[in-house]
């Protein structure tokens, strides 16, 4: 789970959240990015938690270009996301797809652990 003043955020696939790799904190932009492995086809939900912080916020989220709206938090408490409104009653789920070079990224996981 990544963790930054206060706010918290995690990836969750097949019910198991999925650990992250090369967890990097930019601190002048308030920013922690990192890497996660995946598997082609599988869906996935994005999860995000205010400890505490008495911080209105607003999550956007970004996936291959598009902007997907978050929630609100109005100073505490938790949201996800699993998907993508495709209509007012509709919604296609998050579902990881094969990129170009995720196979030699996976190569690189799975010798790291």
């Given at each position: ?51 505490g912080t ?7 989220i970004t ?51």
């Open positions: 789970m990544l963790t930054h003043r206060g706010f918290s955020a995690w990836i969750v696939s097949e019910g198991q959240q999925i650990h992250e790799y090369l967890v990097a904190v930019d601190k002048k932009a308030n920013r922690v990015s990192c890497w996660i492995p995946s598997e082609a086809g599988k869906t996935f939900s994005i999860h995000w938690k205010d400890a008495n911080v209105h916020s607003c999550t956007f996936l291959d270009g598009f902007v997907v709206p978050g929630r609100f938090l109005f100073g505490e408490g938790s949201a996800s996301r699993d998907g993508i409104r495709t209509g007012p009653s509709t919604e296609r789920p998050f579902v990881f797809a094969q990129s170009q070079n995720s196979g030699d990224l996976y190569k690189v996981m799975r010798t790291a652990v």
